[in-house]
T-cell receptor, first 113, second 109 residues
Protein backbone atom coordinates (compact mmCIF):
# COMPACT_ATOMS: atom_id res chain seq x y z
CA UNK A 1 0.00 0.00 0.00
CA UNK A 2 1.25 3.47 -0.87
CA UNK A 3 2.06 5.67 2.07
CA UNK A 4 4.57 6.56 4.75
CA UNK A 5 6.31 3.75 6.61
CA UNK A 6 7.99 4.28 9.97
CA UNK A 7 10.25 1.88 11.85
CA UNK A 8 10.36 0.85 14.60
CA UNK A 9 6.83 1.13 16.01
CA UNK A 10 7.98 0.95 19.63
CA UNK A 11 11.32 1.53 21.30
CA UNK A 12 12.61 1.81 24.85
CA UNK A 13 15.96 3.52 25.35
CA UNK A 14 18.10 4.20 28.37
CA UNK A 15 19.19 7.77 29.02
CA UNK A 16 22.26 8.54 26.93
CA UNK A 17 21.67 5.86 24.29
CA UNK A 18 21.37 6.78 20.64
CA UNK A 19 19.01 5.60 17.97
CA UNK A 20 17.71 6.41 14.51
CA UNK A 21 14.06 6.49 13.54
CA UNK A 22 13.49 5.53 9.94
CA UNK A 23 10.88 6.93 7.58
CA UNK A 24 10.23 6.09 3.94
CA UNK A 25 7.51 7.20 1.52
CA UNK A 26 6.64 5.72 -1.86
CA UNK A 27 4.47 8.54 -3.23
CA UNK A 28 7.29 10.48 -4.90
CA UNK A 29 6.70 13.40 -2.52
CA UNK A 30 9.33 16.12 -2.35
CA UNK A 31 8.72 17.34 1.20
CA UNK A 32 9.11 15.31 4.36
CA UNK A 33 8.63 16.17 8.03
CA UNK A 34 9.27 14.89 11.52
CA UNK A 35 6.86 15.75 14.33
CA UNK A 36 6.59 14.75 17.95
CA UNK A 37 3.30 14.43 19.78
CA UNK A 38 3.04 14.87 23.52
CA UNK A 39 -0.16 14.62 25.57
CA UNK A 40 -2.25 17.77 25.41
CA UNK A 41 0.17 19.58 23.11
CA UNK A 42 -0.71 18.51 19.60
CA UNK A 43 2.12 17.94 17.16
CA UNK A 44 5.29 19.98 17.11
CA UNK A 45 7.63 20.16 14.14
CA UNK A 46 11.16 18.92 14.79
CA UNK A 47 12.81 19.08 11.36
CA UNK A 48 11.68 19.15 7.78
CA UNK A 49 13.09 18.64 4.32
CA UNK A 50 11.50 20.67 1.55
CA UNK A 51 13.30 18.65 -1.10
CA UNK A 52 16.03 16.08 -1.49
CA UNK A 53 19.32 17.51 -0.26
CA UNK A 54 17.84 20.15 2.05
CA UNK A 55 16.89 20.07 5.72
CA UNK A 56 15.72 22.80 8.09
CA UNK A 57 14.95 23.16 11.76
CA UNK A 58 11.41 23.27 13.00
CA UNK A 59 10.00 24.37 16.32
CA UNK A 60 11.79 21.88 18.61
CA UNK A 61 15.06 20.71 16.95
CA UNK A 62 17.35 20.53 20.01
CA UNK A 63 18.64 17.02 20.69
CA UNK A 64 17.85 15.74 17.20
CA UNK A 65 19.54 15.42 13.83
CA UNK A 66 18.10 14.41 10.49
CA UNK A 67 19.29 13.00 7.20
CA UNK A 68 17.44 13.14 3.89
CA UNK A 69 19.08 10.05 2.47
CA UNK A 70 17.29 10.25 -0.88
CA UNK A 71 13.89 11.34 -2.10
CA UNK A 72 12.16 8.42 -0.36
CA UNK A 73 13.86 8.35 3.03
CA UNK A 74 14.14 10.84 5.89
CA UNK A 75 15.67 9.65 9.16
CA UNK A 76 15.64 11.21 12.63
CA UNK A 77 18.52 10.58 15.00
CA UNK A 78 18.70 10.99 18.76
CA UNK A 79 22.39 11.16 19.64
CA UNK A 80 22.01 11.01 23.44
CA UNK A 81 18.45 10.26 24.48
CA UNK A 82 16.90 12.10 27.42
CA UNK A 83 13.65 11.37 29.31
CA UNK A 84 12.23 14.63 27.87
CA UNK A 85 12.36 12.95 24.45
CA UNK A 86 9.80 10.37 25.49
CA UNK A 87 7.07 10.94 22.94
CA UNK A 88 5.32 9.62 19.88
CA UNK A 89 7.17 10.54 16.70
CA UNK A 90 5.42 10.97 13.38
CA UNK A 91 6.90 11.26 9.94
CA UNK A 92 4.88 12.91 7.18
CA UNK A 93 5.28 13.74 3.53
CA UNK A 94 3.64 16.09 1.09
CA UNK A 95 3.65 16.65 -2.63
CA UNK A 96 4.67 20.08 -3.89
CA UNK A 97 2.75 22.22 -6.36
CA UNK A 98 -0.27 22.13 -4.06
CA UNK A 99 -1.63 23.05 -1.62
CA UNK A 100 -1.99 19.47 -0.49
CA UNK A 101 -2.54 17.73 2.79
CA UNK A 102 0.13 15.73 4.51
CA UNK A 103 0.32 11.94 4.60
CA UNK A 104 1.38 10.65 7.99
CA UNK A 105 3.03 7.44 9.08
CA UNK A 106 1.63 5.40 11.95
CA UNK A 107 4.19 6.67 14.44
CA UNK A 108 7.02 5.47 16.67
CA UNK A 109 6.31 5.36 20.39
CA UNK A 110 9.60 6.09 22.14
CA UNK A 111 10.19 5.80 25.87
CA UNK A 112 13.45 6.98 27.41
CA UNK A 113 14.09 5.68 30.92
CA UNK B 1 4.19 27.73 20.60
CA UNK B 2 1.03 26.44 18.98
CA UNK B 3 -0.53 28.33 16.13
CA UNK B 4 -3.97 26.78 16.29
CA UNK B 5 -6.13 26.20 19.33
CA UNK B 6 -9.23 24.06 19.23
CA UNK B 7 -12.36 24.50 21.24
CA UNK B 8 -13.80 22.54 22.95
CA UNK B 9 -11.04 20.25 24.19
CA UNK B 10 -13.53 17.40 24.46
CA UNK B 11 -16.97 16.73 23.04
CA UNK B 12 -19.39 13.89 23.77
CA UNK B 13 -22.42 13.36 21.54
CA UNK B 14 -24.84 10.65 20.48
CA UNK B 15 -24.99 9.01 17.09
CA UNK B 16 -26.97 11.08 14.62
CA UNK B 17 -26.13 14.39 16.27
CA UNK B 18 -23.89 17.02 14.72
CA UNK B 19 -20.46 17.80 16.13
CA UNK B 20 -18.95 21.25 15.84
CA UNK B 21 -15.43 22.23 16.82
CA UNK B 22 -13.64 25.50 16.43
CA UNK B 23 -10.07 26.54 15.77
CA UNK B 24 -8.43 29.90 16.33
CA UNK B 25 -4.99 30.87 15.09
CA UNK B 26 -2.62 33.76 15.44
CA UNK B 27 -0.78 34.63 12.22
CA UNK B 28 -1.53 34.81 8.52
CA UNK B 29 -1.92 31.52 6.70
CA UNK B 30 -1.90 30.04 3.19
CA UNK B 31 -4.46 27.43 4.07
CA UNK B 32 -5.95 25.60 7.02
CA UNK B 33 -6.34 21.85 7.27
CA UNK B 34 -8.24 19.44 9.50
CA UNK B 35 -6.98 16.02 10.48
CA UNK B 36 -8.44 13.07 12.36
CA UNK B 37 -6.49 10.77 14.65
CA UNK B 38 -7.89 7.53 15.95
CA UNK B 39 -6.44 6.31 19.22
CA UNK B 40 -2.86 5.10 18.79
CA UNK B 41 -2.80 5.79 15.06
CA UNK B 42 -1.36 8.35 12.68
CA UNK B 43 -3.18 11.44 11.50
CA UNK B 44 -5.44 11.31 8.48
CA UNK B 45 -6.04 14.38 6.33
CA UNK B 46 -9.71 15.30 6.14
CA UNK B 47 -10.07 18.60 4.34
CA UNK B 48 -8.11 21.68 3.28
CA UNK B 49 -9.49 25.19 2.89
CA UNK B 50 -7.48 27.93 1.23
CA UNK B 51 -7.16 31.38 2.74
CA UNK B 52 -9.35 32.88 -0.01
CA UNK B 53 -12.17 30.38 0.58
CA UNK B 54 -14.92 30.79 3.14
CA UNK B 55 -16.60 27.41 3.16
CA UNK B 56 -15.89 23.92 1.91
CA UNK B 57 -17.76 20.62 2.01
CA UNK B 58 -16.61 17.03 1.81
CA UNK B 59 -19.19 14.34 2.45
CA UNK B 60 -20.49 14.88 6.00
CA UNK B 61 -17.82 17.49 6.73
CA UNK B 62 -18.29 21.22 6.45
CA UNK B 63 -15.44 23.63 7.12
CA UNK B 64 -15.65 27.39 7.38
CA UNK B 65 -12.82 29.90 7.50
CA UNK B 66 -12.97 33.51 8.67
CA UNK B 67 -9.58 35.08 8.09
CA UNK B 68 -10.67 38.39 9.60
CA UNK B 69 -11.32 36.62 12.91
CA UNK B 70 -8.51 34.09 12.37
CA UNK B 71 -10.87 31.24 13.06
CA UNK B 72 -12.24 28.09 11.47
CA UNK B 73 -14.90 25.57 12.33
CA UNK B 74 -15.40 21.91 11.46
CA UNK B 75 -18.90 20.48 11.42
CA UNK B 76 -19.50 16.75 11.23
CA UNK B 77 -23.13 16.04 10.42
CA UNK B 78 -25.08 12.91 11.40
CA UNK B 79 -22.19 11.57 13.46
CA UNK B 80 -21.44 7.86 13.74
CA UNK B 81 -19.61 5.80 16.35
CA UNK B 82 -16.76 5.50 13.84
CA UNK B 83 -16.28 9.29 14.06
CA UNK B 84 -14.89 8.84 17.59
CA UNK B 85 -11.40 10.31 17.35
CA UNK B 86 -9.31 13.38 18.02
CA UNK B 87 -9.60 16.18 15.51
CA UNK B 88 -6.80 18.66 14.86
CA UNK B 89 -6.69 21.88 12.94
CA UNK B 90 -3.40 22.79 11.33
CA UNK B 91 -2.36 26.06 9.75
CA UNK B 92 -0.11 26.05 6.71
CA UNK B 93 2.26 28.97 6.47
CA UNK B 94 4.75 28.65 3.63
CA UNK B 95 4.78 24.88 3.58
CA UNK B 96 5.01 24.18 7.30
CA UNK B 97 2.04 22.91 9.28
CA UNK B 98 1.44 23.97 12.87
CA UNK B 99 -1.07 21.99 14.87
CA UNK B 100 -3.40 22.78 17.69
CA UNK B 101 -3.88 20.52 20.71
CA UNK B 102 -6.98 18.90 19.27
CA UNK B 103 -10.60 18.19 20.16
CA UNK B 104 -11.41 14.73 21.48
CA UNK B 105 -14.78 13.61 20.13
CA UNK B 106 -16.68 10.63 21.52
CA UNK B 107 -19.78 9.44 19.70
CA UNK B 108 -21.94 7.02 21.65
CA UNK B 109 -24.44 4.67 20.00
Amino acid sequence: NAGVTQTPKFQVLKTGQSMTLQCAQDMNHNSMYWYRQDPGMGLRLIYYSASEGTTDKGEVPNGYNVSRLNKREFSLRLESAAPSQTSVYFCASRATGGPYGYTFGSGTRLTVV
Amino acid sequence: SQQGEEDPQALSIQEGENATMNCSYKTSINNLQWYRQNSGRGLVHLILIRSNEREKHSGRLRVTLDTSKKSSSLLITASRAADTASYFCATDSWGKLQFGAGTQVVVTP
